[in-house]
Nanobody, 127 residues
Framework: QVQLVESGGGSVQAGGSLRLSCAAS?????MAWFRQAPGKEREGVAV????????????RYADSVKGRFTISKDNAKNTLYLQMNSLKLEDTAMYYC???????????????????WGQGTQVTVSS
């Protein structure tokens, strides 16, 4: 069983930055950030995957955040990060950290593929 604890959410003005953190209690190859706005489906934001074939880690981003968000992982701390820059009003959502032992490369932005979830942290962007 892997436990995930997010932190770092908050309120920020449009154009500002926030960094989310997700501390994991166990090891998994695939970790990701998802978000869900009121009345909308949960959507994949960014994925970090590292295994024996790709030890440096590979990343993938939703088109809506490419060039603005950066996902990274500190393996020593077993903590996943999401650096969010140039935030927009439409980035407002509850952000969730997710993990699974291994998710295939074509499915890593699909929430149904992940077994472990954090409790979420709210990000609110205002004008």
């Amino acid at each position: 069983q892997v436990q995930l604890v997010e932190s770092g959410g908050g309120s920020v003005q449009a154009g500002g930055s926030l960094r989310l953190s997700c501390a994991a209690s166990g090891q998994t190859y695939t970790m990701a950030w998802f978000r869900q706005a009121p009345g909308k489906e949960r959507e994949g934001v960014a994925v970090y995957h590292a295994d024996g074939f790709d030890r440096d880690g590979s990343t993938r981003y939703a088109d809506s955040v490419k060039g603005r968000f950066t996902i990274s992982k500190d393996n020593a701390k077993n903590t996943l990060y999401l650096q969010m820059n140039s935030l927009k009003l439409e980035d407002t959502a509850m952000y969730y950290c997710a993990a699974d032992e291994w998710v295939g490369p074509n499915r890593r932005l699909k929430p149904s593929e992940y077994k472990y979830w954090g409790q979420g942290t709210q990000v609110t962007v205002s004008s």
